[in-house]
């Protein structure tokens, strides 16, 4: 078993460590989400990419990067409202455009019930180096916003029933921020301010 620190870009906000280990599927390969990937099944349809065929729902979904086409984060959020997102995205390099889709989901939709919005947390090259050179089976993303792997998933499982909930931060505003928002003139577009505030904070 193996941890891993990264930056947590997107969370759901509450992490139960008791969840349930999550199948891992890891790839070196970049994968546009438009195109690549079916929204309505989770499938990868991209007939190029070496995990074509293979289903991203309720899994660890592991690759450096997306690739191309900036509705990759419109991809992603039918996956959610589909419930055929991943449960978690684990990336080598910070990705904003994966992630709007996700802000989105968390921002408007996340009343919805039973609504699956994956935590999306970026490694590094060294770390997701090292995740590559091992062929581990089963992953969860910690309380803490770290990635916890293993060839076994009863190991993740025992560990995960030793250990407590906690609430992880949200995304905190500055005081300017928290008056911009303050000064919107709909909860529509207080919503939209906060998808672009939360993407500029991944970006930059």
Known sequence: MQSFSGNTLVSNGFKKNDEKPSPLIVTSVPLSFWGGVDPQTGVI????????????SDTIFCLPSGRGSCTASQVLLELILNNKAPRAIVLRDTDGLICVGALVAQEIFSLKENLQIPDIICLGNENFNTLLEHNFSYGKIWSDGS??????HEDIQKV?????????????FTEEETAMLETTGSEAERMALKVLIRYAKIVS
């Open 45 to 56: 349809v991209d007939i190029n990419h070496p995990l074509h065929g293979s289903s991203v």
């Open 147 to 152: 990635l916890v792997v293993s060839t076994f």
């Open 160 to 172: 995960a029933e030793d250990c407590s909930s906690r609430r992880l931060e949200g995304s905190n």
